[in-house]
Nanobody, 130 residues
Framework: QLQLVESGGGLVQPGGSLRLSCAAS????????ISWFRQAPGKEREGVSC????????NYADSVKGRFTISRDNAKNTVYLQMNSLKSEDTAVYYC???????????????????????WGQGTQVTVSS
């Protein structure tokens, strides 16, 4: 069973930083493109970032470009989301998910749309507030 577990969320002041982790269990994460999504209260889940299986290709939502960085350590079976210069509008539950449709060392990211991904984790809460 493919399972992803997010961690690293918390309360941070505006302008602060957090690093989220997405750990895989039950499968080798290195063959999958992995994404981060977020859902704020009363809003739909939106794509934040994606990284290809090799880590050589990444993409970001316009709202986080220049502030967030996605990376992966396949040896640790983990994907990270480094979030800097956080704003109140970044407050949300953050989820990671895998592109299950293409599996292999050359897996690239599909569009950052919810329907493209599966094996969603349970989410980790990020709250940006003073």
């Amino acid at each position: 069973q493919l399972q992803l577990v997010e961690s690293g969320g918390g309360l941070v002041q505006p302008g602060g930083s957090l690093r989220l982790s997405c750990a895989a269990s039950g499968f080798t994460l290195e063959y999958y493109a992995i994404s981060w999504f977020r859902q704020a209260p009363g809003k739909e889940r939106e794509g934040v970032s994606c990284i290809s299986s090799s880590g050589g290709s990444t993409n970001y939502a316009d709202s986080v470009k220049g502030r967030f960085t996605i990376s992966r350590d396949n040896a640790k079976n983990t994907v990270y989301l480094q979030m800097n210069s956080l704003k109140s509008e970044d407050t949300a539950v953050y989820y990671c998910a895998a592109d299950l449709s293409v599996v292999g060392p050359g897996s690239t990211c599909p569009a950052l749309e919810e329907a493209e991904f599966g094996s969603w984790g349970q989410g980790t809460q990020v709250t940006v507030s003073s």
